[in-house]
């Protein structure tokens, strides 16, 4: 059975500055995906970035890096430069061979200026 | 590109009636579609995974006499929820897989807030 985990409920981060929002995944797949969505209060479901388990590299995507560690089993997302529009839920998922998403329980970021 | 699209965006029912939510991939074509449930300030949670032409399949837990999903073509997938009770009340997404990352990339719809009084 596949698990997401994401231990910190909230954050606040400073304008400017960089944030490292924490996932650790479970799965006895091969193949899987790892994905970050952001998610403001209207309640859409944004996309950020996607790293495959056959990926070497770390994906990037602008502000948006992942700290792909494949042994420790983690996927951490990191915002550089953060801004007030950053301020949302993000929501960590990993999929399985079927394409289902399963996602960890979320952290609440706060950007203060 | 890559945009889902789902409507109402908000409605307000009376218990004991029908409420149906369109799901629509408006510029590629999705082989599957995901419906999710989430209530406030938790995660989403995966209710039933549709294939165009053939019955959904629904997660442990999910009623299906409950909810009830048709995957008529491939841009177009609806959810019913059946004689709604208050405690259907939640914030329904939809998203849509088709994409060119491996078929692993999904596509959500912006929602459907969904109120049984």
């Known amino acids: 059975a596949q698990k997401i985990t994401q231990t910190q409920p909230g954050m606040f981060v400073q304008e400017k500055e960089a944030v490292t929002l924490d996932c650790t995944y479970d799965?006895?797949?091969?193949?899987?995906?790892l994905f970050w969505y952001k998610q403001p209060s209207s309640g859409e479901m944004i996309f950020l970035i996607y790293?495959?388990?056959?990926?070497?590299q770390n994906a990037t995507e602008g502000r948006y890096s992942l700290n792909f560690q494949k042994a420790r089993k983690s996927a951490n997302l990191v915002i550089s430069a953060s801004q007030l529009g950053d301020s949302a839920m993000y929501f960590c998922?990993?999929?399985?061979?079927?394409?289902?998403?399963?996602f960890g329980a979320g952290t609440q970021v706060v950007v203060t200026p | 590109g890559a945009v889902v699209s789902q409507h109402p965006s908000r409605v307000i029912c009376k218990s004991g009636t029908s409420v149906k939510i369109e799901c629509r991939s408006l510029?590629?074509?999705?082989?599957?579609m995901f419906w999710y449930r989430q209530f406030p300030k938790k995660s989403l949670m995966l209710m039933a995974t549709?294939?165009?032409?053939?019955?959904?399949?629904?997660e442990q837990g999910v009623e299906k006499d409950k909810f009830l999903i048709n995957h008529a073509s491939l841009t177009l997938s609806t959810l019913t929820v059946t004689s709604a009770h208050p405690e259907d009340s939640s914030f329904y997404i939809c998203?849509?897989?088709?994409?060119?990352?491996?078929?692993?990339?999904?596509?959500f719809g912006p929602g459907t807030r969904l109120t049984v009084t």
């Open positions: 510029d590629f074509q999705a082989t599957t």
């Open positions: 998203s849509a897989s088709g994409g060119v990352r491996g078929g692993y990339e999904q596509y």
């Open positions: 799965t006895s797949d091969q193949s899987y995906g």
């Open positions: 549709s294939n165009e032409g053939s019955k959904a399949t629904y």
């Open positions: 790293q495959g388990s056959y990926d070497e």
């Open positions: 998922a990993m999929s399985d061979s079927w394409g289902k998403l399963q």
